[in-house]
């Protein structure tokens, strides 16, 4: 735990440069106004799933109950029939988009540490900008570049989608190692 103390300085340097990279990318660029489509009926179907008391959480259309219904006939025809897909239920009312962004910052936080850690035990005694700043951004990349391409290949998310998150996760990714690079201490 040595390396929080070295290293705290980058760490939130590096949450708070990526909450203001995002807030610009979220905000004012138009790059994810399309990432969801509206449904046709989405007054029809809201009020449907209202009637049926849906508790906020994921949900998963059609599912099975075990492995061995997953392969019946019956569940292969729900299949075919569609529509199939994933399901975000969030609670009713305005978003929370105050405690999302306190997580989001909670998060940058945990990566941060996480590319501490890493970095401390790889770097340890480099003072070479170039290589702290290529390690600590490959790092943080796999934070926050990967992870959206899972909801691509399991949950039917559009690979343009995708490729924005990855896009978003790059930009994250520069930060943390620019402030990485830039705030490493002499010794370490």
Not at 44 to 55: D, V
Request: aromatic share 12%; hydrophobic share 45%.
């Amino acid at each position: 735990m040595e390396f929080l103390g070295e290293l705290w300085i980058p760490i939130v340097a590096s949450a708070v440069l990526i909450f203001v990279v995002s807030s610009i990318v979220h905000m004012c660029l138009p790059i994810h106004c399309n990432d969801h489509g509206k449904l046709p009926d989405e007054d029809g179907l809201m009020a449907a799933m209202r009637g049926q008391g849906l508790p906020s959480g994921s949900y998963m259309f059609p599912r099975s109950e075990d492995m061995k219904d997953m392969c019946s006939p019956e569940m292969r025809e729900r299949q075919t029939q569609g529509p199939s897909g994933y399901l975000t239920v969030m609670p009713p009312g305005p978003p929370a988009i105050g405690k999302s962004l306190v997580h989001w910052f909670l998060y940058t936080l945990v990566v941060g540490v996480f590319v501490a850690y890493l970095s401390n035990l790889a770097l340890r005694g480099t003072v070479e900008t170039l290589r702290v700043f290529q390690f600590t951004g490959a790092a943080a990349f796999m934070a926050y570049g990967v992870a959206s391409v899972v909801d691509s290949i399991w949950k039917g998310q559009s690979w343009g989608t995708s490729f924005k998150f990855v896009f978003d996760g790059l930009l994250y990714s520069l930060s943390t190692a620019a402030c990485f690079a830039g705030l490493w201490p002499a010794v370490i």
